[in-house]
C-alpha cells in the first residue's frame, strides 16, 4: 500500500503541516537546536527529557531547559520520572507554565542512571504501571499527553503492543516508538516489523523512529509500517536539511540537493549565534563544538577542522575559523558536500 505522505496529522487538538518530526535528544534538543531545525519544516520538534524532580524543586537550570522560542511550535515536552506524584506535579507546571502544545512522557531513554531512577525505559517491563503513570498525569493536565518509548527491554521482553495500548487505554494521545530494545541501546537495526504491529494495534496516532537516515528510509517507513508520522534523530545533527529534503521527497518525490560547503557553514554560524544567546558564548563554545563536527561532516579536510575546533576557547575565534574554511574550501572548487 502506498500511503499519501502529504496528509498532515493530529495529536489531540494539534495538528501538524507534515509527518516529519524531530526527535527529543538529551544534551542536543535544546530551542536553539530545535528552532534551527525547524526552519527547515519539521512538522514536530520534541524537546529534549527534562527531570520531574527538577522542575518540581524548581532547580534552576532546569527551568531553564522549559524556554520555548514562539517560532518553534507545534513543540513537544518530554519529561521523565519514575513516581506518580512527581511526575504529575511536572507535567502540571508544564501544562501551566510553559507554551509547549503537548506533553510527553520518556518511556524510552536507556542509559543506567535514570533505569536506577526507576524511568526511562524501565517502564517497558510493566503495562499496568504504564497505564497508571499515564491516566494519572491525563487526568491532571489539559494539554494532549504522549508517550515515546522502544520496543521493549530486551528480545525476550518486547511488551510494545502491549505497552502502546496500555497508553491508548490511560488516554494517550499518541505513541512514537523506537524500533530498538533497551539492551541495544543504540546498536543494531531498528525493528520496522514491531512498529508495524503498534500501528495496527491501537486508535492513536503512532510516530515512528530508527534508522531513518535519508528521505527514502523515511518514505519506506511510512509506506511499510503505516505510521502517521516519521522520526528523525542522528540523521538530523549537522544536517537539517535532512529535514527538508525529507518533507520536499514525501511531499513530491523529488530529492533536491545536498548543500553546499558555505550553506553549511552559515546555518552552522546562526546555530551557534542561536546557542550563544540561550547560553552564553563560554558554553556556547564548548558545546558548539560537537555541532561543528556534524556540520563539517563529508566536507574535505574535515578531521583537522574538528582538531582545530576542539581547541578554540573564544567566539570570535571560532566564527573566524569556520568562515576561512569555508572560503578555503569554495578556493578548491569543493562546494557541494561528499556524502
Given at each position: 500500500m502506498t500511503l499519501k505522505p502529504t496528509k498532515p496529522f493530529r495529536i489531540g487538538y494539534v495538528e501538524m503541516d507534515n509527518r516529519v518530526v524531530l526527535a527529543p535528544m538529551a544534551g542536543i534538543s535544546n530551542s536553539a537546536f530545535r528552532l534551527t531545525v525547524k526552519e527547515f519544516g519539521a512538522g514536530l520538534v520534541y524537546a529534549e527529557m527534562i527531570s520531574d524532580k527538577g522542575i518540581v524543586q524548581q532547580n534552576e537550570k532546569t527551568l531553564s531547559m522549559l524556554y520555548i522560542d514562539e517560532r518553534e511550535n507545534p513543540l513537544s515536552l518530554q519529561i521523565f520520572g519514575g513516581e506518580k506524584e512527581t511526575l504529575v506535579a511536572a507535567a502540571k507546571y508544564v501544562d501551566q507554565n510553559t507554551t509547549a502544545d503537548?506533553?510527553?512522557?520518556?518511556?524510552?531513554?536507556?542509559?543506567?542512571?535514570?533505569?536506577?531512577c526507576e524511568a526511562g525505559a524501565r517502564w517497558l517491563l510493566d503495562p499496568?504501571?504504564?497505564?497508571?503513570?499515564?491516566?494519572?498525569?491525563?487526568?491532571?493536565?489539559?494539554?494532549?499527553?504522549?508517550?515515546?518509548?522502544?520496543?521493549?527491554?530486551?528480545?525476550?521482553?518486547?511488551?510494545?503492543?502491549?505497552?502502546?495500548?496500555?497508553?491508548?487505554?490511560?488516554?494517550?494521545?499518541?505513541?512514537a516508538v523506537h524500533g530498538r530494545t533497551r539492551e541495544q541501546m543504540y546498536?543494531?537495526?531498528?525493528?520496522?516489523?514491531?512498529?508495524?504491529?503498534?500501528?495496527?494495534?491501537?486508535?492513536?496516532?503512532?510516530?515512528?523512529?530508527?534508522?531513518?537516515?535519508?528521505?527514502?528510509?523515511?518514505?519506506r517507513m511510512l509506506d511499510e509500517t503505516g505510521v502517521d508520522g516519521v522520526m528523525i534523530g542522528r540523521a538530523a545533527?549537522?544536517?537539517?536539511?535532512?529535514?527538508?529534503?525529507?518533507?520536499?521527497?514525501?511531499?513530491?518525490?523529488?530529492?533536491?540537493?545536498?548543500?553546499?560547503?558555505r550553506e553549511k557553514i552559515d546555518v552552522c554560524l546562526l546555530h551557534f549565534e542561536r546557542l550563544a544567546q540561550l547560553k552564553g558564548e563560554k558554553v556556547a563554545v564548548r558545546e558548539m563544538r560537537k555541532h561543528a563536527s556534524w556540520y563539517l561532516k563529508g566536507i574535505r579536510g574535515n578531521g583537522t577542522a574538528r582538531t582545530i575546533i576542539n581547541q578554540i576557547e573564544d567566539a570570535n575565534e571560532l566564527k573566524v575559523y569556520l568562515n576561512q574554511f569555508a572560503e578555503e574550501r569554495m578556493a578548491s572548487r569543493e562546494e557541494v558536500v561528499s556524502v
Open positions: 503537548i506533553i510527553d512522557i520518556n518511556m524510552g531513554c536507556p542509559v543506567n542512571k535514570i533505569i536506577k499496568n504501571k504504564i497505564y497508571e503513570m499515564v491516566s494519572a498525569v491525563v487526568d491532571n493536565v489539559t494539554k494532549p499527553v504522549t508517550v515515546k518509548m522502544r520496543i521493549g527491554w530486551d528480545e525476550k521482553n518486547i511488551l510494545a503492543v502491549e505497552n502502546a495500548q496500555a497508553i491508548e487505554r490511560a488516554g494517550g494521545a499518541a505513541v546498536e543494531g537495526y531498528a525493528n520496522w516489523d514491531i512498529i508495524r504491529d503498534v500501528k495496527q494495534a491501537v486508535s492513536i496516532p503512532v510516530i515512528g523512529n530508527g534508522d531513518v537516515e535519508s528521505p527514502q528510509d523515511a518514505k545533527l549537522g544536517d537539517p536539511w535532512m529535514i527538508y529534503r525529507t518533507v520536499e521527497y514525501l511531499e513530491s518525490g523529488d530529492l533536491k540537493p545536498e548543500p553546499s560547503v
